[in-house]
């Protein structure tokens, strides 16, 4: 493990390096996964697994030693989730054999914790109508406050913090491949998103860009209906005076910028472009750059998340070839975004 980094989205992190796909490893990879129950453990247990890692879920502590010795980590990664439903589970256990993990030179052990909202949880146990683990002889928000107490001391010597209170199962999906991918290919992968400034920041974003001060199509009554994927739209935005300046300047801000993000171990980048109603000028914006990114040789995966969320774009290849991953269904199916979007008076 390398330098710590600690971006704009909320995820605390400390980069590791990848481990080449297939065959034998100089040092074996684990990762633990703890957190909130009801924060996405078993999302990202399954993320891990699709990734090749091998997945127990579970597990006692007293039988981790046994397992990483039957495993062979150095063959094939391993992913463990350890939380409080485990029968002998306990904080300072963890650590000990975290730390005892960690003096064996032969393996890579990574720590990651998966955090949540208060009120997202309790949603989450009263929609799917499970028990609390904590909360058999109590409420579900009392249970909650005792597992935030019980697992603070693992949440500050984690490797990887995630809030996954406003993501989608694709965002921790994302998240997690970004940190924990086998290919050999150490090359940053870089994410672009549209996002409506009236439902929130991303709170996955390392760059945020605000383009509220482009022309607005949503005043066009012909245009309003349509998004930026749509020519007419592309051509009204290319149109405002400023736009060429602005996205010269954008890129040529970006330029050196990301060969050092590559350089200090970064293994992904996401960049936030935002407009009143993410319908418009940001998923023009959001196209061309991701195009843009594209043309610099770089890994790039673009989605707009307000078009996903109101079913108008199903992800897939747009235009530019780019791999849009945010499917509509996905997003709208995950806990974190049963609300209602509320409907912006203004879109942009």
Known sequence: MTSADTSSSGITSVEAAPDPAGGATARGRIVLVTGLSGAGMSVALKALEDLGYEAVDNLRLSLVPAL????????????????????????????????????????????????????????????????????????????????????????????????????????????????????????????????????????????????????????????????????????????????????????????????????EGKSYLTIAIGCTGGKHRSVFIAERLAAWLKEQGLRVNLSHRELDRQGLRTGGQNGNGITGNTAAGTVANHPANHQANHQANHQG
Do not use: W
Not at 78 to 94: H, K, N
Not at 153 to 159: C, F, I, M, S, V
């Open 68 to 263: 990483i010795r039957q495993a062979d980590p150095k063959r094939r990664p391993l992913a463990l989730v350890i939380d409080s439903r485990t029968r002998d589970f306990s904080a300072q256990s963890f650590l000990d054999e975290l730390e005892e993990l960690r003096r064996g030179a032969e393996l890579e052990v990574s720590l990651v914790f998966l955090d949540c909202g208060d009120e997202v949880l309790q949603r989450r146990f009263t929609e799917t109508r499970r028990r609390h683990p904590l909360a058999e002889d109590r409420t579900v928000p009392d249970g909650i406050q005792r597992e935030r107490a019980l697992l603070f001391p693992l949440k500050e010597q984690a490797d990887v913090t995630i809030d996954t209170t406003q993501l989608s199962i694709h965002d921790l999906r994302r998240i997690l491949s970004g940190h924990f991918r086998r290919d050999a290919q150490a090359a940053l992968q870089v994410f672009v998103t549209s996002f409506s400034f009236r439902q929130g920041l991303p709170r996955e974003a390392d760059l945020v860009f605000d383009v509220r001060f482009l022309t607005n199509p949503h005043y066009d009554p012909d245009l309003r209906p349509l998004t930026g994927l749509d020519p007419a739209v592309a051509a009204r935005v290319e149109s405002d005076p400023d736009y060429p300046g602005f996205f010269r300047n954008l890129t040529e801000m970006l330029r050196p910028l990301l060969p050092r993000y590559n350089q």
